[in-house]
T-cell receptor
Framework: KNEVEQSPQNLTAQEGEFITINCSYS?????LHWLQQHPGGGIVSLFM???GKKKHGRLIATINIQEKHSSLHITASHPRDSAVYIC???????????FGTGTRLTIIP | GAGVSQSPSNKVTEKGKDVELRCDPI?????LYWYRQRLGQGLEFLIY????????KSGLPSDRFSAERTGGSVSTLTIQRTQQEDSAVYLC????????????FGPGTRLTVT
């Protein structure tokens, strides 16, 4: 079993829909990252959080440390949001990322 | 300002040859990471440099893999006696301090071993 599990693995939605991607992890962590990997392969860091909630534009990330769970939400989704979204954690006592397998999101116009 | 750059962007090599992949981190970033992404798979951690500390090599898959970081800046990942299973995209990232900071990724080097 992976230390970091994401769901769903694949998600297809219509433009404008509200999107939720989930991440569960099994180890104690000091921080969690959400990354976006574009179809061309480039990776962009979206959020790093260790508690609560962060918002950037149409993206919202939440984390519940007690439940070892994080969610990434996209409001008013757009085809340009189509990408792979990757959850990664920094386990306690460590400074390197452990990655989930990613969620492939496709937004249809 | 300039982001993380990597070279070459693509490398095709014959099985058994050695390859060197280069990463130029963002100026002033003390932390540098190498990751690997095989086709259709997730990211794997390879090695982590932080300032002048000894690197964390725990992710290197075999002793054919090694990495250096000279002068706290540029890093080179070397793969000796390449095998077909080494074919992957090799990604470099840097951050301003530790793994607790946002990481900035380079565009990657796509390595194909024939």
């Amino acid at each position: 079993k992976n230390e970091v599990e994401q769901s769903p693995q694949n998600l297809t939605a219509q433009e404008g829909e509200f999107i939720t991607i989930n991440c569960s992890y099994s180890v104690g962590i000091s921080a969690l990252h959400w990354l976006q990997q574009h179809p061309g392969g480039g990776i962009v860091s979206l959020f790093m959080l260790s508690s609560g909630k962060k918002k950037h534009g149409r993206l919202i990330a939440t984390i519940n440390i007690q439940e070892k769970h994080s969610s990434l939400h996209i409001t008013a989704s757009h085809p340009r949001d189509s990408a792979v979204y990757i959850c990664a954690v920094i386990p306690w006592g460590n400074e390197k990322l452990t990655f989930g397998t990613g969620t492939r999101l496709t937004i249809i116009p | 300002g300039a982001g993380v750059s990597q070279s070459p962007s693509n490398k095709v090599t014959e099985k058994g040859k050695d390859v060197e992949l280069r990463c130029d981190p963002i100026s002033g970033h003390t932390a540098l990471y190498w990751y690997r992404q095989r086709l259709g798979q997730g990211l794997e951690f390879l090695i982590y440099f932080q300032g002048n500390s000894a690197p964390d090599k725990s992710g290197l898959p075999s002793d054919r893999f090694s990495a250096e970081r000279t002068g706290g800046s540029v890093s080179t990942l070397t793969i000796q006696r390449t095998q077909q299973e080494d074919s992957a995209v090799y990604l470099c990232a840097s951050s301003s301090a530790t793994g607790f900071d946002e990481q900035y990724f380079g565009p990657g080097t796509r390595l194909t071993v024939t």
